[in-house]
């Protein structure tokens, strides 16, 4: 098994801890990872970008051009990446300040409204969280249990009394997801 | 041979006034007679063997006239790049705080080309002794402008004498760092009579001191002459320097914590 | 056990010199390995073993510092990209002269001049044939993944201690800033003043004692005969390490038609190369030097034997291809593919210039 995700929006949406997270997931269930940050003035706004990539093998290159599965957070990502998914893979996007949705139909393409969600659970911290629940049930390359570990793993001790809230955007964004997978299936 | 006066021969018991420091050694000093490097290295070197701490002090070189001059100082030394002496003794003294470290630099090593390492070893208040041998001019290279040399001075890059409006002005070191909080005694001394020798090395005797109570940065400025590269005989350097350098650099202590 | 932990390459650097014993890091913010200090501040590790951590004034002051330490029998090391390198040549240089080991870490950024705060490989002509003046080699090593970044920290000090002489990590903004897996190495006693001066009596200077003559570090030596001397000494010593110190790694070079030479980030990056070339029906092989000096010479010569064609893979404009032709001496064809500037190459575009420039040609 390889997985290989590119992770893209603006800086301050989560992109890197998100990523973070989900390599740190890896790790608990014993996969190699690697986490490669696009860094620099990107740190100080304006897009950032990561690839993650989860593997039962040695990881060859870390920097690829190529992607199971893109996650996109803003137009400029979405310009960018929606080209770079290899076909029959996964594009999942939230529309929020998207004006040119995602036209390939060789890739499977879902639209996760994770903004919105976050601003109806009352904390727009969730965000990244109903964004990477959304994925994980899209492509469950990790389950709940090593999720949570890589949740504390890579969340700050001080921030802890928040793990519950990010647990229940990760289930917020399953669910999501799961509507979907439902609707599509019917219309199937 | 029957007749070869020996050293026993002419000191004889009772009639021995001076002996050199075993934290000298026996190397003839390279620098050019009349010149105050040796003075300085005697007393410097005096004060180790003093205090008993040849042991424990490890000393950096500058380059300069006195580059070698651990052909000439008893004790473990490293030679520094040109001006860079402040760091390597930071590097030395930040692993060893329990030892004594000292620099010995020229004008234009610790003036222009280490300004920076100077004033931020000072700034830092690293634990060390600044040696700093003022004599306006860079004597190993050939006699070129220093950071120090005087308004008017000749050099062979100021043939004409130092422009000022061209070359600005001479650099005071030693007021700079006394401004600075990490320097704890700054002073301004000399070398060219037997009370400005004595002067000299009670405030090296103090700069060690002050090391052994981990209170700053010591730093001791000889102002001294260049007879070769001021092209004057050494009496007349001394005073020349007398008449010019000590207005300019005048002696004393400027802080003293 | 050894320690498991996702970390950044610069991160993986500072952790593993606390854990390896090191003396002292002495260093300069650049981008992008200022992690390497920010991380070694955060540890606090005058706590953790009595290691001495300083921001200097400069590169030229930290690396001057590292003179000093490392003339007193310390494990020294600091760490700089690039442009900051270049301000260290000199007491690169020195430190080769006087024989003093320590350790140099470039995380290397695209130039030349300021360049870019990306990475690059463009680094490789300083690293292996100078930076500074003067007849003098520096031990390279090039780590291509984090953990190699956490594990040739310590194999860098044993290699500087074990022949006196300076040793640079060449890594690069993508490993410096990647996370990957990372097994720690089990915390080490820094050594104690006493066992330092019994170790390195003969060289090291802190404090003359009365039953030996002082130790004196310093790379003068006015008299030719003397420097000449000198210099016969250091490159027999150069001659031993080519001897014995050459390491690399060979990947999918049993059958190979075709070999990829790339070190760090582009030896990943060829390892995704070779994949992608075997699933079109292309043997692709790699050799990935780790160290840089001494170079592999004598593999690449062997391999050249076997394959129709090289190609050097590097994030500059051509530079270890030198090398590599040097070794193959004509046998083969050798050719250069590069991104630079801050670029990485992807791993398509590699597979690329390979059908280009040595098949399809």
């Known amino acids: ?188 | 041979m029957e007749n070869t006066i020996t050293a026993q021969d002419i000191i004889r018991d009772g009639e021995l006034v001076f002996k050199k420091t075993a934290c000298l050694t026996d190397n003839v000093l390279s620098y050019c007679p009349g010149c105050g490097h040796g003075v300085a290295h005697r007393i410097l070197m005096e004060v180790i063997d003093e205090m008993g701490i040849q042991s424990q002090t490890i000393g950096v070189s500058p380059v300069g006239c006195s580059v070698l001059a651990y052909d000439f100082m008893n004790i473990d030394m490293q030679g520094a790049a040109h001006g860079r002496a402040p760091a390597v003794a930071t590097g030395i003294k930040r692993v060893f705080p329990n030892k004594f470290v000292f620099t010995y630099q020229g004008d234009g090593d610790l003036a222009a080309i280490g300004t920076a390492e100077t004033i931020h070893a000072c700034n830092r208040g690293e634990n060390i002794v600044i040696i700093f041998i003022n004599n306006g001019i860079y004597g190993m290279t050939g006699g070129q402008m220093a950071p120090t040399t005087l308004p008017n001075m000749k050099s062979s890059t100021t043939p004409y004498g130092r422009d000022v409006k061209m070359m600005g002005h001479p650099i005071k070191m030693t007021e700079i760092v006394a401004t600075l909080p990490g320097t704890c005694f700054v002073t301004r001394q000399a070398v060219h009579t037997p009370a400005a020798v004595n002067r000299s090395k009670k405030a090296i005797r103090k700069a060690f001191e002050n090391q052994k109570l981990n209170k700053g940065l010591s730093f001791i400025e000889i102002v001294s002459n260049c007879n070769s590269g001021w092209k004057m005989t050494p009496v007349k350097s001394n005073k020349w320097m007398e008449e010019n350098m000590f207005p300019y650099y005048p002696l004393g202590d400027i802080k003293d914590l | 056990m050894r320690e498991l932990r996702l970390m950044k390459g610069n991160e993986a650097i500072a952790e593993a010199a606390i854990r390896c014993g090191v003396d002292a890091y002495y260093g300069y913010p650049i981008t992008p390995q200022s992690e390497i200090m920010e991380y070694l501040t955060m540890e606090e590790p005058h706590k953790r073993t009595g290691m001495v951590v300083l921001q200097a004034e400069s590169e030229i002051a930290s690396i001057h510092m590292v003179y000093g330490a490392a003339g007193c029998g310390k494990m020294t090391m600091t760490s700089s990209s690039s442009p900051g390198i270049s301000l260290m040549a000199e007491a690169i240089s020195y430190m080769a002269g006087a024989e003093l080991p320590c350790l140099i870490i470039n995380v290397q950024r695209g130039g030349p001049g300021l360049g870019t705060i990306q990475p690059g490989q463009a680094d490789y002509f300083q690293a292996t044939k100078g930076g500074g003046h003067g007849d003098y080699n520096l031990i390279v090593l090039a780590p291509s993944s984090v953990q190699e970044m956490a594990d040739f920290v310590g194999l860098s000090f044993d290699l500087a201690f074990k022949y006196r002489n300076p040793v640079l990590m060449l890594s690069d903004g993508a490993i410096g800033q990647m996370m990957e897996k990372v097994y720690l190495p089990a915390q080490k006693e820094r050594l104690t003043d006493e066992e330092i001066e019994k170790r390195y009596s003969d060289w090291a200077t802190f404090g003359k004692k009365a039953n030996r003559e002082r130790n004196i570090i310093t790379s003068l030596s006015l008299e030719s005969e003397v420097q000449e001397k000198h210099n016969f000494k250091l490159q027999a010593k150069y001659a031993k390490i080519s001897q014995d110190e050459v390491r690399f790694e060979r990947i999918a070079c049993d059958d190979a038609e075709y070999l990829l030479v790339g070190y760090g980030t582009s030896a990943r990056i060829c390892q995704k190369v070779i994949q992608l070339g075997r699933e079109k029906g292309i043997k692709i092989g790699l050799l990935r030097p780790i160290t840089l000096w001494p170079f592999p010479s004598e593999e690449i010569s062997k391999l050249a034997n076997q394959v129709k064609g090289i190609l050097s893979v590097e994030m500059s404009a051509g530079q270890m291809v030198y090398d590599v032709k040097l070794a193959v001496e004509g046998k083969v064809k050798v050719m250069h593919f590069g991104r630079f500037g801050g670029m990485i190459p992807s791993p398509d575009e590699v597979l690329h210039a390979l059908e280009e420039k040595l098949i399809h040609n």
């Open chain 1, 1 to 188: 098994m390889t997985e290989e995700i590119i992770i893209a929006g603006f800086g301050g949406q989560g992109v890197l801890s998100m990523g973070k997270i989900l390599a740190y997931s890896g790790i608990m269930q014993d996969q190699e990872v690697s986490w490669m940050p696009s860094y620099g003035p990107e740190m100080r706004g304006g897009t950032a970008n990561v690839t993650v990539i989860l593997s039962s093998e040695r990881i060859s290159s870390p920097v690829i051009n190529r992607f199971d599965t893109a996650i996109i957070l803003n137009q400029q990502s979405m310009d960018k990446f929606e080209k770079m998914v290899k076909p029959g893979g996964v594009l999942l996007y939230d529309n929020n300040g998207i004006t040119h949705p995602p036209t390939r139909k060789d890739i499977n393409i879902y639209l996760v409204e994770a903004a919105k969600e976050s601003a109806l659970m009352g904390s727009t911290i969730t965000f990244n969280m109903i964004v990477l629940g959304a994925y994980l049930q899209i492509k469950p390359i990790v389950n709940m249990e090593n999720v949570i570990k890589g949740l504390k793993k890579s969340i700050p001790e001080r921030h802890h009394k928040m793990l519950p809230l990010n647990e229940q955007a990760i289930l917020r964004g399953h669910e999501i997801v799961k509507q979907i997978q439902e609707t599509k299936s019917i219309l199937v």
